[in-house]
């Protein structure tokens, strides 16, 4: 597809204007409390038999962990000619912190930082042809991305949300993913979400989703969107069923109802299920997925992570061909990371905000999904994120030495400016 270009505009290039890239270096995070991280913020409970990829095979029901990725988050840091540095965080370093040192760093090294469209089309088109963009690529991809928006911040003392173009909005109003419907409508979410356990006895796993389903009616009242997440675990068929016993509820959405990019899936399930809202996007890697989708009219709302997309570039892509196909855009765990938080905040296109629990609504705010000190709290159901320059994180490069191992020579080779 032919990229969508957004420039910046020239009051925005004040600092940034003719400054190069001097060094990218990525690092597994070893000690996520030199984060702030007070837990790994996953629901272990959520991770049931049900629920993994193989959950509609009666043969790996009881195998969720076989298939869970053994390696921890990313930090990539990204260095100005002048020290300036921005971090960017993605997942699964075994790859991807060596496409990162290896093959993404060197393409990118010494080209002027300013136009990260370009950069980021760099990445993806000179890489694509050996890897694919998919899958740990695009994670590695996306911590560089997210670092590149980090530094400009930082160069040009703005947050991210205004350089991408916002705020389109004041605050996020946010819903609630996961199972305590009734803490969710205490704390003043506007919407929850319901995760959708599965299994190879397709009548059974329907029924209970929706007696769970029910029960969460009964909790949120009658007016209160209700939507669900199938996980990317379900065959067609299986989703025709779960759709059909949930669409009489008055389900908002259905969402990731089938594996990630079988597209006679989506299409089948497209055509069984005419009038159910359908939302998918958070497993799939750069734009033309989501072109795809949106111009096949497979799906009504369109979901990017951008911490596994490819970063904030791609996200803002994805956003103006959602605007231009009459698809909502939701983002993927908006509230959960300062990096949503300002995408979120920026993009117009950007109509409701994920903020991700699994279990109970947890008292520190450091053990929800994907924390940074400096990102904003979910206060009433509602987020407004810092506009302190970058995404607002609120580390020093000691601290991300600290949580990777690594010493400061290795993850910059000048002192960060300020």
């Known amino acids: 597809m032919k990229p969508i270009s957004f420039g910046f505009q020239p009051k925005q290039r004040l600092r940034s204007a003719g400054m190069r890239i001097r060094s990218v270096h990525a690092a597994a995070v070893t000690d996520p409390a030199a984060l702030g991280r007070t837990s790994p913020g996953f ?3 959520l991770v049931s038999s049900s629920m ?17 990725p053994p390696w921890a988050d990313v930090a990539c840091i990204v260095t100005a000619d002048d020290g300036t540095w921005g971090l960017g965080m993605t997942s699964h370093s075994g790859p991807v912190v060596p496409l990162v040192n290896d093959f993404l760093g060197p393409i990118i090294t010494g080209l002027d930082l300013v136009d990260v469209d370009h950069l980021w089309d760099l990445m993806t088109q000179g890489t694509g042809s050996h890897l694919g963009l998919s899958g740990v690529l695009s994670y590695a991809i996306s911590a560089v991305d997210l670092a590149l928006w980090d530094m400009l911040g930082k160069l040009e003392s703005a947050p ?6 916002g705020p389109a909005r004041e605050s996020l109003a946010c819903y609630a993913t996961g199972g305590n419907v009734d803490e969710y409508v205490a704390d003043g979410f506007g919407a929850i ?3 959708c356990p599965w299994g190879s006895d397709v009548e059974a796993a329907a029924e209970l989703n929706a007696d769970r389903f029910a029960d969460a009616r009964t909790v949120a009242g009658p007016d209160m969107p209700i939507r669900v997440d199938g996980w990317a675990i379900q065959r067609a068929s299986d989703a025709i069923v779960l759709g059909e016993a949930l669409g009489p509820l008055g389900v908002d959405w259905i969402e990731d109802c089938v594996f990630p990019e079988d597209w006679a899936a989506y299409a089948e399930v497209r055509a069984a299920l005419p009038d159910t809202r359908l939302a998918s996007g958070e497993r799939w890697y750069g734009v033309a997925a989501f072109q795809l989708a949106i111009e096949q009219g497979w799906v009504d709302i369109v979901q990017p992570d951008a911490l596994w997309v490819g ?10 061909l959602a605007e231009a196909g009459g698809v909502e855009l939701a983002l993927h765990c908006t509230g959960n990371d300062p990096y949503g938080q300002h995408i979120g905040l920026a993009l117009a296109a ?7 629990y699994g279990g109970s609504i947890p008292d520190d705010l450091m053990a929800t999904l994907r924390p ?15 506009d302190a320059p970058g995404f607002g994180i609120e580390l020093t490069l000691s601290d991300v030495e600290r949580a990777t191992a690594q010493s400061t ?7 960060p400016a300020g």
């Open 43 to 45: 629901d272990p409970a």
């Open 311 to 320: 970063g904030a570039t791609p996200t803002r892509r994805i956003a103006a």
């Open 372 to 386: 940074l000190p400096g990102m904003a709290p979910v206060v009433e159901g509602t987020i407004v994120p810092s």
């Open 409 to 415: 020579v290795s993850l910059s080779p000048r002192s």
């Open 52 to 68: 993994n990829p193989m959950g509609h095979d009666a043969r790996y029901e009881d195998s969720a962990a076989r298939f869970r």
């Open 193 to 195: 979400k319901l995760p």
């Open 350 to 356: 950007n109509t409701t905000n994920e903020m991700y």
């Open 160 to 165: 991210v949300f205004e350089l991408l173009g």
